[in-house]
């Protein structure tokens, strides 16, 4: 999800030449309704309710289509958190 952020906020970077490197600050928010420029799929954890992080999969994947594979992942005792079961969201 970070690396999301990171990717979406593409079009604010700034060449340094001095260190031939691009940098940028990022006050992204993304939640339902946000459309998205650069990423066709993520790789996340399963998120905890009520998180910001959630928010962002929801807007990726459609509310429905997240409400589903999250309950398919508690139905089958997927693991959530940071250490927990991963999916791939295309």
Known sequence: ???VRSIESF???SYKKETD???A???IFIYDGYEF????????NFHLPKST????IGAFMGIKNMKSAYEYAINNGFLFYSYGDAMLII
Do not use: F, G, V
């Not at 992080?53 to 962002?56: A, D, H, R, V």
């Open 53 to 56: 992080l959630l928010m962002m």
């Open 21 to 23: 490197s691009y940098e």
């Open 1 to 3: 999800t970070t690396s």
């Open 25 to 27: 600050d990022t006050d």
């Open 37 to 44: 420029k650069y990423t066709d799929a993520i790789i996340t």
């Open 11 to 13: 079009d604010r970077l």
